[in-house]
């Protein structure tokens, strides 16, 4: 159940029956050459598009710039709100879904620059809201999935692999390449990136990925979240 497509009375009906809401949020930031810059967008949005409809959930709208200040900031077609910005505005939406009764808020998120602000976000709110329990799910982070996948790398292995099931024509597979170098210790200003991070826009990993492997990532994370958003509106 998609918010885009309801009415406000069947926002109030279903309100009556539930009071949980996903809420897909990623980014528009460089993925290599191999792949689009709506790669994290993509993928959280079909997450939770598929957890919405296996559950009967609603489904906000997806926040699809995300904090990508970081590295590939660095790169061609990222853009970017600061993490100040999508802190504030994650605070807007969680608020305007509190005024009308939502009460569960179940983050599916493909983007790792977006957790910090996410976090923020729940922590400003918690302290007013009432009777609200809030859930963040970084698939690539759930442990569920280390044994299909040991690598939480950018552009990489299993972004690839998703891609590969959920949208084969955007990856442009001809392009696929690695690169492993070991990163630093620290954080990198912009200008040093491409020298001591990342010169491909992969970070860390090789795109030798499969869509039966996309296939097997996707349903795992459906099930982790599904997991996630039960526990959630039991109290746990
Ligand atoms: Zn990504």
């Not at 590969?164 to 392009?175: D, G, I, R, T």
């Amino acid at each position: 159940m998609e918010l885009l497509k309801m009415t406000t009375k069947e926002v109030k009906e279903y309100l009556q029956r539930r009071k949980t809401v996903i809420i897909p949020i990623g980014a528009t930031e460089e993925h290599s050459d191999a792949l689009p810059l709506g790669t994290d967008t993509f993928t959280a949005e079909s997450i939770a598009m598929e957890v919405g409809k296996r559950t009967g959930t609603v489904v906000a709208p997806t926040i699809s710039v995300g904090n990508c200040l970081s590295v590939t900031y660095a790169f061609p077609g990222t853009l970017s709100l600061s993490p100040q910005t999508l802190t504030l505005l994650i605070e807007d939406y969680l608020k305007s879904l509190y005024k009308d009764g939502f009460r569960n808020f179940l983050f599916v998120n493909g983007h790792g620059g977006n957790i910090a602000p996410i976090r923020c976000a729940i922590d400003t709110v918690s302290v007013t809201f009432k009777e609200s329990r809030f859930a963040v799910g970084s698939w690539w982070l759930f442990k569920e999935l280390k044994d299909l996948y040991d690598n939480a790398g950018h552009a990489g292995r299993g972004e690839v692999s998703i891609m590969l099931y959920l949208y084969p024509s955007l990856v442009h597979k001809e392009l696929f390449t690695e690169e492993k170098r070991e990163l630093p210790p620290y954080y990198v200003s912009l200008d040093l990136v491409k020298n001591e991070v990342t010169q491909t826009g992969i970070i860390n990993d090789t795109q030798k990925g499969s869509a039966e492997l996309g296939k097997k990532l996707f349903e795992k994370s459906i099930a982790v979240y599904i997991g996630i958003l039960e526990k959630m509106e039991h109290g746990s």
